[in-house]
């Protein structure tokens, strides 16, 4: 094989330093060439970025503020944007280099390069620090400053409770739509939401026409106004009036109205609250729906509430064959309860006075749509129509051969709640999470706030929607349950003490002050307790990681 030398390499010295190099346009070398021309020279070496403490922003050049995480491509944006110079060389390589998250400072490594004479690159690899800057953003300036709203939102509902704003509230946290939110008021029949932007408070309407039956109203008020400029500032209201009926109530729909709802019995009971109302009729399990829109044309009040229910005993079921979905149609027979007591108590428990009407021992017979979940022995909760009175022109319209006796709404399970069971789970509130000043702070959440009012009835409506969230599934996947770090006894909804005076309705429920421990054993001791009460399951509830801190794991280590 003949051996074929390679081409010479022709070598020439630096001008500067006299290294031999390969031959180039500048015949120098790159330590030369480096000490010769800065290509980093008009792009500063220091800079500082704007955060804001309380959204956790950034300032984006010229005026926008972003939400960026440490370390990520937004905020490597951001810090590009403050150097100048960078448009005049090529970039080919930018990373964070990691510093202590409390020394206020951001390193940033870049890789550049640059065409210095004919034909030749020169690339370099620089340092630059950003000095973290703690301001406020012009939006947590005028959260800062009092009565800056733009915007409010008025809720309303004319109903004698807060159940549904309890509701509405967890509503609102499971699907974030209170981030906007300035600040949360309580008024007399509803809550105000303060916005600093008009398009968040439309935001807030149409979250809530999309989870509760509304309608809505909007008026703007003028501040100021430039001639000059033709530009005007206002102040914008949404008022929002949600349909006061509610789950579970008691309903006399309009006849005309009853005909066009595919002929529906005008006596029903409200089984579901959307954005829509979806009525039931427990004798025929024949439903319907009717939109807010249809509503508004022709409005109708309920004409009774779940504070009216009743309680009775369930004496026997037999079922009828139809069923409509959960819903199973079944005849039963219930007396009062307490009815067939042996012997005369003499407490006046606040009942009113069924024995000297004829009524305490007497067995009623009624159609249900509850057959699927009771037995015999169960204690349920209905309207008593025989003694009720209510003023209304369609029921007094209804002939009296169509109106039962009772209509028996859903079951429930006094002697499980007699015992003060503790509860595993508890909710949020957008109050505790705004951190309003001026907090009454012994409402529940965001209601009972408001100065003056009766904290007693705030309580039962808490504990009232405590338990519907408890019997009910459906209710339960639409908010978020969070484990409770320190259970709490469940509240007692019972009947009044004992009483000299005027005797009371058995339809009111007051609340009484939870006893002790050891009286509620003495108390309960031979009462067994229901063996199908919903019970919550560890799996269906979310960690609160609001609550965890060190000195938690700090006092768990020790143990």
């Known amino acids: 094989m003949e051996f074929i030398p390679a081409p010479a390499v022709h070598r020439v010295l630096c001008a500067d330093c006299g290294t031999p190099i390969v031959p180039n346009s500048a015949n120098l070398c790159v330590a030369c060439l480096r000490n010769t021309v800065d290509i980093t020279e008009g792009i500063p070496k220091q800079a500082s970025v704007s955060f804001c403490r309380n ?83 012009p939006d947590c300036a005028k959260l800062a400053a009092k009565n800056t709203w733009k915007a409010l939102v008025q809720v309303r509902q004319k109903v004698s409770h807060k159940r549904t704003f309890l509701f509405l509230e967890q509503l609102i946290l499971k699907h974030g739509a209170q981030k906007d939110t300035i600040s949360v008021k309580e008024v007399r029949d509803g809550l105000d939401f303060f916005y600093s932007q008009r398009s968040h408070a439309l935001k807030m309407v149409d979250f809530l026409g999309s989870v509760v039956p509304i309608r809505s109203k909007a008026s703007e008020q003028l501040l100021s106004s430039d001639t000059h400029t033709n530009t005007a500032n206002f102040k914008y209201t949404y008022s929002v009036e949600i349909i006061p009926i509610c789950k579970d109530d008691l309903v006399c729909i309009p006849l005309k109205v009853a005909r066009q709802l595919s002929n529906i019995n005008p006596l029903t009971i409200c089984a579901r609250v959307g954005n829509s109302l979806q009525l039931l009729d427990p004798t025929t399990l024949q439903a319907c729906e009717i939109s807010s829109a249809a509503y508004w044309r022709t409005p109708f009040d309920s004409l009774a509430t779940v504070s009216d229910l009743v309680e009775f005993t369930v004496l026997d079921v037999e079922l009828d064959g139809r069923s409509r979905g959960k819903y199973v149609l079944a005849d039963a027979q219930v007396a009062l309860a307490g009815a067939f007591r042996s012997g005369k108590h003499e407490e006046d428990d606040g009942m009113m006075d069924y024995e000297s009407q004829g009524l305490s021992n007497q067995i009623f017979h009624t159609r249900t749509h509850l057959g699927g979940i009771l037995q015999p022995g169960d204690t349920v909760l209905g309207f008593f129509l025989t003694n009720a009175n209510y003023n209304s022109d369609e029921f007094a319209q209804l002939k009296s051969d169509r109106i039962p006796d009772i209509i028996l709404v859903k079951k429930t399970y006094p002697n499980r709640r007699k015992k003060n069971r503790t509860r595993n789970w508890k909710l949020r509130s957008i109050g505790k999470e705004a951190g309003e000043e001026g907090e009454t702070g012994g409402g529940r959440g965001v209601v ?106 700090e006092v768990e280590q020790e143990v």
């Not at 960078?86 to 510093?99: E, G, M, P, Q």
């Open 55 to 137: 959204c956790e922003r950034f300032l984006s050049p010229p005026q926008s503020w972003v939400l960026a995480r440490p370390e990520s491509a937004e905020l490597l944006a951001i810090c590009l944007k403050k150097l100048k110079g960078l448009n005049k060389v090529r970039l080919t390589d930018a990373h964070f280099i990691w510093t202590e998250p409390h020394s206020k400072r951001l390193r940033v490594s870049m890789t550049i390069q640059k065409e210095v004479l004919t034909n030749t690159i020169l690339e370099q690899i620089f340092e630059i620090e950003y000095l973290v800057q703690h301001g406020q953003c």
């Open 448 to 553: 009972g706030r408001m100065g003056g009012r009766d904290n007693k009835k705030v309580e039962e409506d808490y504990e009232l929607f405590l338990r519907e969230i408890e019997e009910d599934e459906e209710l339960r996947g639409a908010v978020n349950l969070y484990k409770a770090a320190d259970n709490v006894p469940a509240m007692q909804v019972d009947k009044p003490t004992k009483s000299k005076g005027k005797k009371q309705s058995q339809y009111s429920m007051d609340v009484d002050e939870a006893p002790a421990p050891a009286q509620v054993a003495d108390q309960n001791s031979d009462e067994e307790e229901e063996a199908d009460f919903p019970e919550i399951k560890l799996d269906e509830l979310l960690e609160d990681f609001d609550e965890m801190n060190l000195r938690e794991e």
